[in-house]
């Protein structure tokens, strides 16, 4: 089936560029309101990667296609204007797959509105699990990797993906637990709900993240578990505490991987600064950072802070090569850019020798 993806933003191009991964659809476009910027522009264009060949569109009736995804968006749209557009695929007559999250009142709205179109409509989201309480944690036997990420738009799912791919080519089983909305369309499990359940003591998620995983091993059976870690695991500054990394906390805790990946935004990292996020993943959450990868994004601090709003400059991804080679080359851990396709392959491949013991460094610098 045919499908698209709206809004579209710089949190979907993943969608795109990892098409081929999605089960049962074809992306073959994505819709963005007028005013973000994105209206004939190559989708690869908001993240600053390479070019898709497909072009972003500002209405429906440009794109043939037989299903629509609906997802988060870090730009703000009123609800009202997206209700308006949501009638218009009712109107015609094409599936809805829910990826967004919605207010309870307002995803009762579009379910009302699709029941009443004859509208095919699949919510991905709020799946519930219940779990037996456990007195204390279950030792995973089984090889896992964690994909983290310093701060929020490190392409930390662009690097789950692409560890996945690259892994089961060599035909290894992955099972894995996502950081995005509908993992399930790539044929993972999407982190669970309960985990961002403030209502649920610390203590009690981390006993059933723990639980989670472990039946992940025993029901399916893999070689390898990827579990991507979400949010950050540091805060921007003092007045954007970005969640002060207590998922990254309540993860590590249920779970200690064999092998890490760490994201970092695009700066200027000096050998002290590396040694510092090292230290902090090391002493705060209890695992050791194999390898970095550079994302295409830089934080502008100082305009994040006046505002108490994340804002980001996007960086061409090319020019993060030739920083890679020149800068952090002289390391000994590896740093990888995610949006290089060779270098993709060189992850797993690294992450995979890691985990065969054929590479295990003590000291990263």
């Known amino acids: 089936m045919r499908a698209i993806i709206y809004p579209f933003s710089s949190e979907t191009v993943y969608f795109i560029r990892n098409k081929k991964m999605i089960k049962d659809y074809e992306v073959v476009g994505a819709v963005a309101p007028n005013g973000w910027g994105f209206k004939?522009?190559?989708?690869g264009y908001a993240d600053g990667g390479q070019d898709t060949n497909i072009r972003i569109k500002d209405n429906f009736e440009d794109i043939e296609f037989d299903v629509a995804f609906l997802v988060d968006s870090k730009?703000?749209?009123?609800?009202?204007?997206?209700?308006?557009?949501?009638?218009?695929?009712?109107?015609?007559?094409?599936?809805i797959i829910n990826l967004r999250r919605f207010k309870d009142e307002e995803?009762?709205?579009?379910?009302?509105?699709c029941k009443k179109t004859n509208t095919t409509f699949?919510?991905?989201?709020g799946k519930k699990y219940k779990l037996p309480d456990v007195p204390s944690l279950i030792d995973i036997s089984i090889p896992v990797i964690f994909v983290a990420g310093l701060a929020d738009r490190t392409h930390k799912f662009d690097i789950?993906?692409?560890?996945?791919?690259?892994?089961?080519?060599?035909?290894?089983?992955?099972?894995?637990?996502?950081?995005?909305?509908?993992?399930?369309l790539f044929g993972f499990h999407s982190f669970p709900?309960?985990?961002?359940?403030?209502?649920?003591?610390?203590?009690?998620?981390?006993?059933m993240f723990n639980l989670f995983v472990k039946s992940i091993e025993v029901i399916e059976k893999p070689d390898v578990i990827i579990i991507g870690v979400p949010r950050s695991l540091m805060p921007v500054c003092k007045k954007i505490p970005d969640g002060f990394g207590c998922m990254g906390y309540m993860?590590?805790?249920?779970?200690?991987?064999?092998?890490?990946?760490?994201?970092?935004?695009?700066?200027?990292?000096?050998?002290?600064?590396?040694?510092?996020i090292q230290n902090v993943c090391k002493y705060r959450f209890g695992f050791e950072v194999d390898c970095f990868n550079i994302a295409n994004n830089q934080l502008d601090h100082q305009d994040s802070s006046f505002f108490l709003n994340k804002l980001y400059t996007v960086i061409d991804h090319k020019y993060i090569d030739e920083q890679i080679k020149k800068e952090y080359s002289k390391y000994q851990v590896p740093f990888f850019n995610v949006h290089n396709e060779e270098d993709k392959e060189k992850m797993a491949d690294y992450l995979i020798d890691v985990l065969a013991g054929e590479e295990f460094i003590e000291d990263v610098l």
């Open 40 to 43: 004939n522009k190559d989708a």
């Open 251 to 276: 993860v590590s805790n249920a779970v200690k991987p064999d092998a890490a990946i760490v994201s970092l935004m695009y700066n200027h990292y000096k050998k002290e600064n590396i040694q510092e």
């Open 75 to 95: 730009l703000d749209l009123e609800f009202d204007y997206m209700y308006s557009q949501i009638e218009k695929i009712t109107k015609k007559n094409k599936e």
């Open 193 to 207: 709900e309960f985990m961002f359940d403030n209502t649920i003591e610390q203590e009690e998620r981390i006993k």
């Open 160 to 184: 789950q993906l692409a560890l996945r791919e690259n892994i089961m080519k060599k035909g290894y089983r992955v099972s894995q637990v996502g950081t995005k909305n509908g993992c399930e």
């Open 122 to 125: 699949k919510n991905l989201l």
């Open 107 to 113: 995803l009762k709205k579009i379910e009302e509105l």
